[in-house]
């Protein structure tokens, strides 16, 4: 017999027989066939020549259904095989037929990419040129990406689809750069020109095989975001009062390159590394530079107001502000645009967002971000009603629980930039969270990376003193100031009453306990327990500023020693680390086995020493 291969048009193949002019299709069961219509003429198969030229096909990757030979797999599989066949099949030991088969396949082709630069976008296609042709590579790697979750998992060879059944193949090394990159911004590929924001610069991976043509900024971006290569080191601005270190120096120049391209960012780095200050010669040498055309909002937790007050006119004393809080905030409005800086408070936004979302801010600066870590929460979404040409956040925890708070941060500083959350959810935070897949977790990383500085402070050790002391200042609700005033007159009457009754000496037990009065006040207003007023303050801004403190030093894995000398005030604080599931030793002059608490707190048992003068 001879052997025949009939390739049809649905890219299948059926393999038969011929027995002198009789040709009979494959079939494992007949061994013998009788003809009577010219004459009676009885075949008797070959079996083994018949199994030997199935196997032959089988070899390239066929499966075999009695005679009909199909490929199975995915395209890319399915391609690979047809091409070694065809290019092997003029070689073997059959007749080949073809029945409306049309496949080819050619190796000769270059990728050229082409960007063009628009007001705040690019436009970046890609084509392939065969001969004197060009074709878009876009809508023909879109059924390509479709079929894989990770573009580590492409076979060694690429065969695209140019025109019905004619493939043009690519070694995938060579053109990796170019399927990463389309991979990364597959959510688009809807068209044959892909917009790229200047913040998705870094996923475009061209390396200098492949022709560019166009802008050079976008590859230029690209490179300084991948790398923080070409990113100015700038000097410190001069009406500073303090001498930045290296790396916070560094921060200022990462600061001023997200400033150059409207990149909004996060400075994550540890408590006690100076985000603050950072922040603050940002905007001096903005205003040196003649660059800071407006005032910039800064939105904090009420307890750090008195903390940036201090910080702006020990360091900057160039910079103007004025704080937007407490009751007579209104009448401030109007000198708004008289000052560099706005100071306001997360509860205040909410209630004023009408008049706030009629400005425009330079920069919008949110101190203690992780408050719109909830993206559907009335602070969040009054936050993003707010104009600014710029955005920072502040946060040494942007993920406390989840990613989706990483999430929400970036829909504030750069809205679109992580998708939609429901597009962030499926992409990247159930396969992160709920499958570990580590693949997602590296392209997620991949692509925020830049608009995240974090530093540790075991990273920058070698720039800190053995020791660094931080005073941090609290500023006092209405309540508590108005406490806190007609406490001090009222103490004030009693001591010169005292004084000039018995004099200086014999008053000091009255001196004393005014100042005791003072300093309760200023510890938590139930430390007064006696006094009516004090009764009806439920809240302490010392105590929501220590839960902030306490809340960061622990989600950067810190231990805590924390002292007071009022044990009332030790059990007031315990009650909030016990509702807030936080663990604690206890060392007061009533602890009796104090070799048991100290021993607890150094193995790791507890977080925080709570411990008493």
């Not at 070899?59 to 075999?64: L, V």
């Not at 750090?304 to 009448?331: C, H, M, Q, T």
């Amino acid at each position: 017999p001879k052997a025949v291969l009939t390739l049809q048009a649905n890219k299948y193949i059926q393999l038969s027989f011929l027995y002198e002019n009789y040709e009979e299709k494959y079939d494992r069961k007949d061994l013998t066939i009788k003809y009577t219509k010219d004459g009676e003429v009885e075949i008797v198969r070959d079996r083994e020549f018949e199994e030997k030229k199935v196997q032959e096909i089988e070899s390239f990757g066929f499966k075999n259904l009695e005679g009909t030979f199909i490929v199975e797999g995915d395209t890319q599989t399915k391609l690979s095989k047809w091409k070694h066949f065809l290019e092997m099949v003029d070689k073997l030991d059959f007749i080949v037929k073809y029945e409306n088969f049309d496949m080819k396949f050619v190796e000769e082709g270059e990728i050229v990419a082409t960007t063009e630069d628009r007001k705040n976008w690019f436009n970046l296609s890609f084509d392939i040129k065969i001969g004197r042709r060009k074709y878009s590579l876009i809508p023909i790697v879109i059924p390509i990406l479709k079929e894989i979750d990770s573009y580590e998992e492409l076979p060694e060879y690429l065969n695209f689809e140019f025109e019905t059944n004619k493939f043009i193949t690519f070694k995938t090394e060579n053109i990796k750069p170019i399927i990463k990159t389309l991979f990364e911004l597959r959510d688009r590929l809807n068209r044959d020109k892909i917009e790229i924001k200047p913040y998705e610069a870094h996923l475009i991976e061209l390396d200098e095989g492949i022709e560019w043509r166009g802008s050079k900024e976008l590859r230029k971006l690209s490179q300084q975001l991948k790398h923080f290569e070409g990113i100015e080191q700038v000097s410190q601005p001069k009406g500073l009062k303090v001498e930045l270190r290296d790396y916070q120096l560094f921060g200022l120049s990462w600061l001023l390159f997200l400033h150059k391209f409207r990149f909004g960012g996060i400075l994550a780095d540890d408590m006690g590394l100076g985000k603050t200050i950072q922040t603050l010669s940002l905007l001096l040498k903005l205003k040196e530079m003649k660059k800071l055309k407006k005032p910039s909002l800064i939105v904090l937790p009420t307890s750090l107001i008195g903390n940036w007050k201090v910080e702006v006119e020990k360091f900057a004393p160039d910079l103007s502000y004025l704080s937007l809080y407490g009751n007579d905030r209104w009448s401030k409005f109007r000198k708004i645009d008289k000052v560099d800086i706005v100071f306001t408070t997360y509860s205040v936004i909410v209630r004023d967002v009408e008049d706030l979302i009629k400005r425009e801010f330079e920069y919008i600066i949110l101190d203690e971000a992780q408050k719109i870590k909830n993206p559907s929460s009335k602070v969040t979404q009054v936050v993003k009603k707010l104009n600014s040409n710029y955005k920072l956040a502040l946060s040494g925890t942007p993920i406390e629980n989840h990613l989706g708070e990483l999430w929400s941060i970036f829909s504030f500083l750069m809205p679109g930039f992580l998708g939609s959350l429901k597009e962030f959810k499926k992409l990247y935070q159930n396969p992160i969270e709920k499958e570990s897949d580590n693949k997602k977790k590296e392209e997620l990383f991949f692509k925020i990376k830049p608009f995240i500085l974090r530093r540790t402070k075991e990273k920058v050790a070698k720039e800190l003193p053995e020791k660094v002391e931080i005073v941090k200042y609290v500023e006092f609700s209405e309540e508590e100031k108005k406490l806190y005033e007609s406490i001090r007159i009222l103490m004030d009457k009693k001591v010169q009453e005292a004084i000039l009754k018995n004099g200086l000496n014999r008053s000091q037990i009255v001196v004393l306990d005014a100042l005791l009065k003072l300093r309760q006040v200023c510890c938590h207003p139930a430390l007064l327990n006696k006094i009516d007023e004090a009764k009806k303050i439920k809240t302490s801004s010392k105590l929501e500023l220590l839960l902030d403190l306490v809340e960061e030093l622990l989600a950067e894995g810190r231990k805590i020693l924390l002292f007071s000398q009022f044990t009332s005030m030790i059990d007031i604080i315990k009650e909030k680390f016990e509702k807030l599931n936080i663990s604690y030793s206890l060392l007061t002059g009533a602890t009796k086995n104090r070799d048991k608490v100290i021993n607890q707190f150094k193995n790791g048992e507890t977080d925080i020493f709570l411990i008493s003068l």
